[in-house]
């Protein structure tokens, strides 16, 4: 509780709305250590939710002669049913980009230097590692008061490992660009010229239609979940209304077998709206009797079958882990993360496995802690 002046002043609230705040832990300091990693920052608070006009995830920096202000990425609504969606919501022609799926970050530039904020408003050691070597300097030293608001993918990250895009290891594709202070995103145009101008990578355009053209879009997203992909956010070219996102069956299920794989730490606020979805996208696309029932199986099994496997794992004396790769430039890197990663509470094993060109591959294995417990307690006996 150091800097409630500066916070009040950068927040334009009065001091007694910020000690409030931060009693009912809304506002509340954000991961930091006094070392080379974070240099020339004193403290990193953060929005824990949303209040008094800031967005969950809102992070303040206060370095040595200022504070600034970082928003939160706002969240996208889902359409259930894309032809009325698109039609209610949007004024005129839509944009169509491609979802990724990886992890939101915002890219930021605090004292002269770049780093990677999560949708928590947390900077992340890994992340802050990757987007460096994206060649962002000059992006930030003509605009300071930018964000690039971007999704990081590949088959190698702490958060989300897909291997179904054209990324070796992990890289990141900006998808909009925010004044951090107002928390205001650019137009579309304006953002793709500034990124094509600095050789930023963006998320992939499928197209700018019409909004009766709507059944397209259907098509599209149907083709994108056949190549595993996640499906699309519709945006209004100039940003006047909130952009909608309408994801892919095959994407849907996705999530629902990582979330039953561990079921008692992600599964049942998971499963309602997802099976939701899926009655009204087969309405939509106009199914018949072998699709339907296709689709049936596909839901099924996304929830039975990787609860079976964490069942038999669990009897056959394994612990229910979910266990992936990152590879790292400096071992500060990894030991930094590790220290970061148990701070959120996660129960992490790091090993570093080998040195291969210039970069250590560490494997992490990672307890859910929840489900092995209920299985655990389920086997010998204990009643639900
Ligand atoms: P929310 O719905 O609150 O944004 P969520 O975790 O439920 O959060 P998702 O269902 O993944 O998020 O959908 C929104 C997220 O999709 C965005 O926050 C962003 O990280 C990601 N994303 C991927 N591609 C795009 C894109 N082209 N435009 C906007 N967001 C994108
Ligand atoms: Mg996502």
């Not at 053209?213 to 945006?235: N, P, S």
Request: glycine share 8%.
């Amino acid at each position: 509780m150091d800097h409630i002046k500066e916070l009040s002043e950068i927040l334009n609230l009065d001091v007694q709305r910020v000690k409030s705040l931060f009693r009912s832990h809304v506002l509340t300091t954000s991961f930091f250590e006094k070392s080379g990693f974070f240099s020339g920052i004193s403290a990193l608070y953060r929005f824990d939710k949303a209040s008094s006009g800031y967005e969950k995830g809102t992070l303040i920096a206060i370095t040595e002669d200022e504070g600034s202000i970082f928003r939160g990425y706002p969240k996208i609504r889902r359409a259930m049913l894309l032809g009325p969606a698109i039609e209610k919501r949007f004024p005129g022609r839509v944009v169509v980009e491609e979802k990724l799926n990886g992890y939101n970050i915002r890219i930021c530039m605090i004292n002269d230097r770049i780093f990677a904020v999560t949708r928590g408003g947390f900077i992340c050691p890994f992340t802050t590692e990757v987007v460096r070597e994206g060649n962002l300097d000059e992006f930030f030293f003509e605009n300071p008061d930018l964000m690039l608001c971007a999704e990081v993918v590949g088959p190698e990250n702490p958060y989300v490992q897909k291997d179904v895009y054209e990324v070796d290891s992990v890289d990141f594709f900006v998808f909009d660009i925010m004044d951090r202070r107002s928390g205001k995103l650019l137009p579309f145009s304006e953002r793709k010229e500034l990124c094509e101008n600095h050789g930023i990578k963006q998320v992939p355009l499928l197209g700018i239609f019409e909004k009766r053209k709507w059944k397209r879009i259907l098509e599209i997203v149907r083709e994108l979940g056949e190549r595993g992909r996640e499906g699309v956010v519709i945006k209004d070219p100039e940003m006047r209304v909130p952009p909608v996102k309408y994801t892919s069956s095959q994407s849907n299920c996705g999530d629902l077998k990582y979330a039953f794989t561990y079921f008692n730490d992600y599964g049942s606020s998971f499963v309602f709206s997802r099976v939701v979805r899926e009655a009204f996208q087969s309405v939509e696309l106009g199914e018949d009797k072998d699709e339907l029932r296709e689709r049936c199986l596909r839901v099924g099994e996304s929830i039975i079958l990787p609860m079976v496997e964490s069942i038999t794992r669990k009897m056959k004396g394994d612990r229910i882990t979910e266990k992936f790769r990152i590879r790292v430039k400096s071992p500060e890197t990894a030991e930094l993360f590790e220290r970061y990663m148990r701070r959120m509470g996660l129960k992490v094993h790091f090993s570093v496995l080998e040195k291969v060109d210039g970069r250590y591959i560490v494997e992490v294995e990672k307890l859910m802690s929840s489900t092995d417990d209920k299985i655990d307690s389920i086997l010998n006996g204990e009643l639900w």
